[in-house]
């Protein structure tokens, strides 16, 4: 039998944030559906779940569901669920106070928070999405009976101040929230909520994956009320469909992560892979993985077979979509997966998050840092394993995403080892196959300590730099890096496997004493400092402008001379890419290296041994640096004069 109604009051401070949610902090008036749904959802499941643990609860739990129901004429909107449902207590406890979450404390985060989303993500963590509802409804009428019990409760409110409530009988188990809609306003963003194909769409996006059926009535037009053998769902999604009751089921609940991966078919990966990142290639690898413990959920990430147009563009959208139990929160999750990772698609479902949860508060969650250190190490794994099971598939898959992976020897410290046993670099190994670091040191000569490398543009640059002489005529193996970012990572890590990485164009190298450490190399070395004793300080003066130091090269076989750096100076690649990005950066004095068995070094000592003042010594010494400026693809400073000299030169010689 109905009591009488009872008119009660909200706490003061739920009025106020019964406004704030109305008014301020929600800018997408479409997610009231998201979180009445999410709601649903939640209390089926809790309803499957007493049911398994009360043998007392006699409930019938074959068809759990959620029902949305449109009334035109009385302009309501109603989401029905059979599942677990509330007492009067647990409502008042619930919607009419929120006491149980400290509302005075809610309140004061929400004044610091810097803005909406941070708003939104502390309504979402005090449990009140509830009131989402009166953004786009003048009243709300909630009706529930409990399972187990006997009595129903009718809780109504126009969100204004106060609430009734009254006891009824003859409920159903479960809870239906009927709102009672606000006029269409496009300008302050209500849309028609009892337009068949906007309800659809909100399910669609928000609510696909909820493991429940969503249904509402089937939409019959004038034609099908004259044919009565005909059923047109005029709003249909590709996939929903008449269930035989007059009703379509709105939602796919195909939430693949959710099942264990040997109930999921290869088709069923790539066709949900498709859907969700538009491409029309099957993934290269899926990832399938599960976490149970204090932070549960599941992920599904996909490795594509093909770069994405825009990989390296600034506007480029990174990050898997995040959903909590079924329900979607956001697109381009940034926080649980590193940019270098940004084309990895995929989906994660946490079950210990807010539905509002925001990407500033993301950012900075332990438990969603710890997740995406999970994802990284198993993406990063998944990769190892082609690489170990499919040499040729894994060059296909770094020639895609190899320059972007490198990124990380950047950006993650956490991930340096596992990355650097990914780097695969062209050598002078083969001149058709591509290397591992870990072939390469399984290669590394007796004695040698280091990793040889040296970048440029291309190739056929690299190969035919005068820095690779001595390299390729004593068979020392060299990676040949061009990819602009090696210019850095290089120069960032200090070593793989214990051995240090070393540019063949920087610092001293003398392959003679790490071949052989022979005594009679140290003495001829020693002999020819001593014979040009006099002309490499002459021609550090003469070069001053340009070069810090002229020395004997031990490096060069066929050259006359090379250019190179100390150990820790910039590359004039990376000088360049600095310059490019409008950094202003001061030059970078080289050292100009002589080969002491070439005619010309010789030729040249001859002749300041004879006449140290001969005005055509500092013109030869200006080419000589000139030619081994341009011999590495380097820019001269005076082209002109450069080429006035070596006319005059080449004239003088004829």
Excluded at 42 to 65: G, I, N
Excluded at 109 to 132: M, T
Excluded at 263 to 288: C, G, M, R
């Amino acid at each position: 039998m109905d009591s009488s109604i009872e008119t009660l009051e909200f706490q003061a401070e739920t009025r106020q944030l019964l406004q704030l949610v109305i008014h301020s902090i929600y800018s997408n008036k479409d997610i009231f559906l998201r979180e009445l749904i999410s709601n649903a959802s939640d209390a089926l499941d809790k309803l499957r779940l007493e049911s398994l643990t009360d043998s007392a609860l006699q409930v019938d739990t074959a068809d759990l569901h959620i029902t949305l129901e449109v009334d035109r004429d009385a302009r309501t909107l109603t989401v029905r669920d059979n599942g677990i449902g509330m007492s009067r207590d647990e409502i008042v406890e619930l919607i009419g106070t929120i006491a149980k979450s400290g509302t005075g404390r809610l309140l004061e985060k929400i004044k610091e928070a810097k803005d909406a989303a941070a708003a939104q993500s502390l309504i979402g963590q005090f449990g009140v999405g509830f009131y989402s509802a009166f953004m786009v409804a003048d009243k709300v009428t909630l009706s529930t009976r409990r399972a187990g019990t006997d009595e129903g409760t009718l809780w109504e409110s126009d969100g204004e101040g106060t609430y009734t409530i009254r006891a009824v009988d003859g409920l159903p188990v479960g809870t239906s929230v009927t709102l009672h809609l606000k006029p269409v306003d496009s300008e302050d963003g209500l849309a028609d909520y009892l337009a068949g194909w906007k309800i659809r769409q909100i399910v669609k996006q928000y609510s696909d994956f909820i493991r429940w059926p969503i249904k509402m009535a089937t939409e019959r037009t004038a034609t099908d009320d004259a044919d009565t053998d005909t059923d047109t769902d005029t709003d249909a999604n590709p996939g929903s469909g008449d269930s035989g009751d007059g009703m379509d089921t709105l939602n796919s609940m195909k939430a693949l992560w959710a099942r264990q991966r040997s109930e999921v078919s290869e088709s069923e990966y790539n066709e949900f892979y498709k859907q969700i990142s538009h491409d029309w290639l099957d993934p290269a690898e899926t990832i399938h993985m599960r976490a149970e413990g204090t932070f549960e959920y599941e992920a599904l990430l996909f490795i594509p077979s093909q770069a994405p147009f825009d990989l390296f563009s600034r506007e480029t959208k990174r990050g898997v979509q995040l959903y909590v139990k079924r329900v979607f929160i956001m697109d381009d999750c940034e926080a649980l997966m590193p940019n270098y990772l940004r084309f990895v698609k995929g989906v994660v479902d946490a079950h210990d998050l807010s539905l509002n949860i925001s990407r500033e508060i993301l950012q900075h969650d332990r438990q969603i840092q710890g997740v995406r250190r999970r994802l990284v190490k198993k993406v990063l794994g998944a990769l190892k394993g082609v690489q170990a099971g499919d040499a040729e598939r894994y060059a296909k898959l770094w020639g895609q995403f190899g320059r972007v992976l490198k990124e990380g020897l950047l950006e993650d410290a956490d991930s340096t080892e596992a990355l650097l046993e990914l780097v695969s670099a062209e050598s002078t190994h083969d001149a058709e196959k591509t290397t591992t670091l870990r072939e390469y040191v399984e290669r590394m000569k007796d004695g040698q300590d280091a990793i040889y490398y040296l970048t440029g543009e291309t190739r056929a640059t690299v190969e035919n730099s005068p820095h690779m002489e001595a390299f390729a005529a004593k068979g020392y193996e060299v990676l040949i890096l061009t990819d602009p970012v090696d210019e850095v990572w290089v120069e960032q890590v200090p070593g793989f496997d214990g051995h240090r990485f070393q540019s063949v164009a920087k610092g001293q190298v003398d392959l003679d004493e790490a071949a052989d450490g022979d005594q009679d190399a140290d003495s001829e070395k020693a002999k020819r400092e001593q014979d040009f004793a006099a002309l490499l300080p002459w021609m550090t003066t003469t070069l001053s402008e340009h070069v810090k130091q002229v020395r004997l090269s031990s490096r060069l076989t066929t050259s006359a001379a090379c250019i190179v750096g100390d150990a820790h100076d910039m590359t004039p690649t990376l000088e360049k890419m600095y310059r490019a990005m409008g950094q202003q950066m001061p030059p970078v004095k080289r050292i100009l290296e002589l080969n002491p068995a070439h005619p010309l070094v010789s030729a040249l000592r001859t002749a300041h041994e004879a006449d140290a003042d001969d005005p055509a010594l500092a013109e030869v010494t200006e080419l000589v640096y000139g030619s081994a400026l341009l011999a590495e693809g380097g820019d001269l400073p005076d082209p002109a004069r450069f080429t006035r000299l070596l006319t005059a030169r080449l004239t003088h010689t004829l």
